[in-house]
């Protein structure tokens, strides 16, 4: 085992898919400037200027030469600086990336990566603080994985390398120095498994990205109460890991569900649903969510921090819908 | 084909100068019309109707208005092939008032000072997430306002504290935005990259997507027949984004009074100009649309050059690009000390050779429009307002919890 950090786990696994020729990177500063978040420091020197492509700051480009470079033959990573970036290559995503396989029945794929940073909480004020990967998991077509750890990242890069679907990588701008022990030998996380991050039998919180150790902290005051919380990090977002969820709920009968991001149309929505649906008499309350508050992240800190969920917020949902 | 139309009708020639020089004032009709300048702080209006110093010494005495002649190489044109040709495009000769240089140079004073300041506030941890100031831009950013006329409109990204204070937010206003705190000009809830004020919207984090914001408010004042241009500003890495070509093709096609200004600092974030563009001659990135190249570093040519520009649009010619060329000091932000991707040598050399703020000095002194004393005596008042924009940041009040919700919608009953 090796300790590391989350960023450390993904220049590995970033170094790792380099050794198939036909992987490339490419994104703004990430090779002289090595990386908005320093995860490619030292890449350009190691891997050349053929492999590590400095980009104009062009996002459509960006994704849709991915995209085509892909269909011709290759295994780019692209990278998109933040999730808020996005918004300008989204129709590349969407429309190119997630649906070119379908629509030649087949006939091609898109092998791309595309990894970006998500998340606020760094008083980066409105239009640099948002987490939309819940509106690509809505995309058919597309992959979404979202790690909270440095476990979780290596092992669902390594997956995501070995797919031949188009697989957006979004990691939390908060989580890039969270400390983790990484094994030395090869493993790897496939999509669509989530983990277990601490067993409970009272309640099951199911999150993911960031709000993962948000809820485990509201499991460590919740053991204080005497209760035991279940913590379910789903991982990935397309797919997810609804059995474990189920089975959790089947459990403990008490669920909230915890997300970064606007809790209007938050993929929380998609989960409780499930969970509704399917163990509808497994419950004793309502699915409880807990969300981002439906505001535009504003700038100073105070505001900013009440606007993203904390461990209170969990426990006053579960007491508002359990009564415990 | 009806020939386009020669916009030097009625202008003069530039004439060719071997070397910049200050001529002696010359009383009589300024060369063409100068606009004056918008917004003169009020502490300003003092030090300028103060009594011209006189001395034994004719070096000690400051005249209230003189000639300039700038050098030929300040500008370079793009032709393009819409619009009005540019013919001989800006003079090279002007007048400038003692008022207006003192006005000027006072603005750029002030914004060194408040940028200064910001990256100490920055390091106490007062001042959160992003900041990116634009110590070194300061004749471009200057000049430029300084050939606006009220009611003119201007958009630019988020290197904007420099403009946010010349479009007529106090500094005061700007370093408690920056704090976070209930007094800023955005209440708080903007921050560094979200300043905005009267005829100013912002302050923009997303690489290029105020261009076609611009273009669409130079379309409202076409519409409104104001006559305002909208000035539409991005930097050397935004103009490699698809928008800003859309935004340009609108632009020429309907004739919006949008002139495009791109401020080449030389690099984009980590980026050097030409290891982004295939073409970093930005001032022929409109391609079919005409396009101005200037000394960013030289505040008279960056006046000049602006009100030509100015004038061309408000004639109803359509867009212009224009190119300052320009350096920005620091890194990109202040978690760029900007040195992985630029020689020391380099930054070091700006400084000493091409300082905006030293070239407004030498060009003040050599037209005799101020002293050396006034001179410090106006930096020192830009310290002191900055000094107490920082008290007032410290000791003002968070946003109340209320905020949070406030002003997300517009809303008929509030």
Known sequence: ?324 | KTPRPHYQEGRQDATETSSARATSFVPGIPLYRLHSFPLLPLHLKTLSNSAVATSGFRRQSTVTSARFTLNSDVYKLHEGTTGASLGSGPPLEGEITREEMTGMYSLMAAIRELETKAGDLYLEKIIRGFLHRCNGQEASIVGLESALTPGDELITAYRCHGYTHTRGVSVKEIMAELAGKATGCSKGKGGSMHLYGPHYYGGNGIVGAQVPLGAGIAFTNKYNETGKICVTLYGDGAANQGQVFEAYNMAALWKLPCLFVCENNLYGMGTSSTRSSACPEYYTRGHYIPGIWVDGQNVLAVRTATQWCADYIRAGNGPLVMEQFTYRYYGHSMSDPGKSYRSATEVKGVRETRDPLKKCEELALELNLMTSDEIKAIKKDAAKTAEEAVEFAHSSPHPPPADLYAHIWWSRTK
């Open chain 1, 1 to 324: 085992m090796t300790e590391m950090i989350l960023r450390e786990a993904v220049t590995k696994a970033l170094r790792e898919a380099l050794e198939d020729d036909r992987v490339f990177i490419m994104g703004e500063d990430i090779g002289a400037y090595g990386g908005a978040y320093a995860v490619t420091r030292g890449f350009l020197d190691e891997f050349g200027p053929e492999r590590i492509m400095d980009t104009p700051i062009s996002e459509s480009v960006i994704v849709g030469a991915g995209v085509g470079s892909a269909l011709a033959g290759l295994r780019p990573i692209v990278e998109l600086m933040t999730i808020n970036f996005s918004l300008v290559a989204i129709d590349q995503i969407v429309n190119h990336a997630a649906k070119l396989r379908y629509m030649s029945d087949g006939q091609f794929s898109v092998p791309l990566v595309i990894r970006t940073v998500t998340g606020g909480g760094g008083q980066l004020a409105a239009t640099h603080s948002q987490s939309f990967e819940n509106w690509y998991a809505s995309v058919p077509g597309l992959k979404v994985a979202v790690p909270a750890t440095p476990y979780d990242a290596l092992g669902l890069f390594r997956a995501a390398m070995k797919d031949d679907n188009p697989i957006l990588f979004a990691e939390h701008s908060l989580l890039y120095g969270m400390r983790g022990e990484v094994p030395d030998e090869w493993y790897e996380i496939p999509f669509g498994q989530a983990d277990i991050k601490r067993k409970g039998n009272d309640v099951t919180i199911v999150a993911y990205s960031r709000m993962t150790h948000v809820a485990l902290q509201a499991a460590a005051m919740l053991e204080e109460k005497g209760r035991q919380a279940e913590v379910i990090d789903l991982r990935t977002l397309r797919p997810w890991d609804k059995e474990t969820v189920l089975e959790s709920v089947r459990k403990t009968n008490r669920v909230v569900v915890v997300e970064e991001t606007w809790k209007t149309g938050g993929f929380s929505g998609e989960i409780a649903s499930t969970i509704q649906e399917e163990a509808f008499d497994d419950l004793d309350g309502p699915v409880a969510r807990v969300g981002g508050l439906d505001v535009p992240a504003p700038y100073n800190g105070t505001l900013e921090a009440a606007a993203i969920p904390n461990s209170e917020r969990i426990i006053k949902a579960l007491s508002d819908n359990y009564g415990i």
